[in-house]
């Protein structure tokens, strides 16, 4: 980086002013050399300012480029971002709790996606290991990325493998994820379509807690999916992990829906959650889920080509990472649709090369 570009200047309170402003905004600033200045760091939150989770990422984010930060502590409402050089690949740890006293299950998922683009382009290939919470509330769980994120994105030409090694509930965390990234120079954005439903993946799952709770989870969910007309298959497990936790998850191409147990929440109910968003989603023959629809804009956005696709429910947490790309590189994104309703989203990408792999 020969000359230092402009600094952008963030308002964290756009959109839905929650994480995803800074995430976006650390990845994209390392691909493209850009410092940017957040102010009013997740606003619109409960606890506003970096958590574990926030500042984990952003020191990770700027070990990659060799960043130089200010007001990078928890609770900050103001960060500054200078990357100094391109983003380096390499075997990198990162662990929540090296951000927390006393540990946190900060959503380690959440990090992979501020780490996974700078390091795609980084030039080689990558290891990652990251400790912290790998189901929480609010945030993609491993299995999503696992099974549904993971073949959408390998479609536009980002490939990687990723592992659960230690499941990490809220609020224990504890839980470990290790993945291998392998390079590329540039992406390309596919043609989407409606995929219909063969059968129902997934898994029931409990650490600490007695081994009827998955059983009764898959077999409620079975039933319910079945009484629908749907093959389905949900194993039941029991793993080890820090804390006591409970969930279902369930994935098909392109969705994937879930429900994280709770003291005093029966376990048919937890089942009951996820199998009626998974049929919301079947009713309405989108191509991708909520989620999705969110998690490919940055990388369409980086891509070179058109790519246009359906959703059953457009998110604010979607329209506002769509204002936010459109902010940081030469991209067009349209939207159809109201908020809570199905939409549809056209993306023609910016054309992102990789300044190593050209």
């Not at 960060?79 to 380096?88: D, N, T």
């Not at 540039?186 to 993946?201: K, Q, S, T």
């Not at 989603?281 to 804009?297: C, E, G, P, Y």
């Not at 059953?312 to 030469?330: N, V």
Request: a neutral charge.
């Amino acid at each position: 980086m020969t000359e230092t570009p402009s600094l952008m200047v963030i308002d964290g309170r756009m959109g839905e002013g929650g994480g995803q402003v800074l995430r976006t905004s650390l990845s994209l600033s390392a691909l493209t050399g850009r410092p940017f200045r957040l102010t009013h760091v997740r606003a619109n939150r409960q606890k506003p300012g970096l958590r574990p989770q926030h500042l984990t990422a952003v020191r990770a984010v700027a070990r990659l480029c060799g960043a130089a930060l200010t007001g990078d502590a928890v609770n900050s409402q103001a960060l500054e971002f200078r990357p100094a050089m391109p983003s380096q690949p390499g075997v990198y740890h990162f662990d929540v709790t090296d951000a927390a006293q006393g540990g946190s299950a900060g959503a380690i998922m959440l990090v992979f996606q501020a780490l996974l683009w700078p390091l795609l382009f980084a030039g080689g290939p990558s290891r990652l290991t990251l400790r912290g919470g790998t189901h929480v509330p609010m945030s993609p769980p491993w299995h999503y990325v696992a099974h549904v994120a993971r073949p959408a994105f390998a479609r536009i030409g980002a490939t990687f493998t990723t592992e659960l090694r230690a499941w990490g509930w809220y609020p224990a965390g504890g839980g470990e994820v290790a993945a291998e990234i392998q390079p590329v120079a540039h992406l390309e954005a596919p043609a989407f379509d409606y995929v219909p439903p063969e059968r129902i993946e997934g898994i029931a799952a409990v650490t600490n807690l007695p081994a009827d709770i998955p059983q009764r989870m898959a077999g409620r969910a079975m039933n319910l999916l079945a009484a629908a007309g749907l093959s389905s298959r949900i194993e039941p497990r029991r793993e080890k992990g820090t804390g006591p936790g409970a969930g279902i998850f369930l994935w098909l191409p392109q969705g994937g829906f879930g429900s994280i147990g709770r003291p005093g929440l029966p376990s048919e109910k937890v089942a009951e959650a996820a199998v009626a968003e998974t049929l919301a989603f079947i009713d309405n023959k989108s191509m991708v889920d909520r989620h999705l629809a969110d998690q490919l804009l940055l990388p369409l956005a980086l891509a070179h080509g058109r790519a246009r696709y359906t959703t059953d429910h457009l998110t604010l947490h979607t329209t506002t990472s769509a204002d936010l790309l459109r902010m940081w590189l030469d991209v067009q994104i349209d939207i159809t649709g109201d908020l809570g309703q199905p939409a549809e989203i056209d993306v023609t990408g910016a054309g992102y090369t990789s300044l190593c792999l050209k």
